[in-house]
């Protein structure tokens, strides 16, 4: 009875070290990109006012984001595309003149999905007060689609990575043991001239320049290793 334990208890632990050996595999880095000319434009700008008056300059800020909002509002841009972004009052303290003074700010985003109206808004928002263009980014309203390629390429482009790898051992690749994905979107910075980040209204021309967009995944495959 003894010897029929020990023969179980060695069954057993056979088993068990099978099951917990990892299987041998090739792992791989794969990369698919996507390239896309952007066809939406987000501006981040910014009202901020500075003043011995709390109440005064905080006044001063509301005036000029209601002047933003309501000329948004009028170029036809959606609500649902403007975004305030954070309200800020803050007291500090001059060292020089031993003084107190307030700085009240507010930013504000504002997307727009017709890139042919750009020109027109960013004059329009000068106009209305603003006294900050903090920045401007692109995006794509094909970014969902544009990700799924990217992620099939860049798949793909492990598979194929795998296999050159096998076949000159003379093995094969087997299914996918595991996978991580790390993506990343390079966007285009605009170009804008001189005279508008002087805040020049009066400027023509184009100010734009979308330039073109990368969309880029990168996997981390493990494809078990077959003889």
Not at 142 to 154: D, F
Not at 165 to 190: C, D
């Amino acid at each position: 009875m003894k010897n029929i334990t020990v023969i179980l208890l060695l069954l057993i632990s056979s088993i068990m070290t099978a099951q917990t050996q990892p299987k041998p595999s090739v792992d791989v880095t794969g990369v698919g990109t996507v390239s896309i000319v952007p066809d939406e434009v987000t501006i981040n700008v910014r009202v901020e006012h500075t003043g011995n008056n709390a109440i005064e300059v905080k006044k001063l800020t509301d005036n000029s984001i209601s002047e933003v909002l309501q000329f948004v509002k009028r170029a036809g841009v959606d609500d649902k595309y403007v975004k305030t972004e954070y309200v800020r009052l803050s007291k500090n303290y001059e060292y020089n003149t031993k003084t107190y003074n307030f700085v009240a700010n507010q930013a504000i985003t504002i997307k727009l999905v017709d890139l042919s109206k750009y020109e027109s808004v960013v004059n329009g928002l000068l106009d209305t007060g603003i006294n900050r263009i903090d920045g401007v980014s692109f995006s794509s309203s094909e970014m969902e689609t544009l990700q799924s390629q990217a992620r099939k390429k860049a798949i793909a482009n492990a598979k194929m990575k795998a296999q050159e790898y096998t076949s000159v051992l003379n093995q094969n690749i087997g299914k996918a043991i595991h996978i991580s994905e790390f993506r990343n979107v390079s966007n285009p910075q605009p170009m804008l001239r001189s005279a508008m980040m002087s805040m020049d209204s009066e400027a023509s021309g184009k100010t734009l320049a979308p330039g073109e967009m990368q969309i880029k995944v990168k996997v981390n495959v493990s494809f078990e290793l077959i003889d």
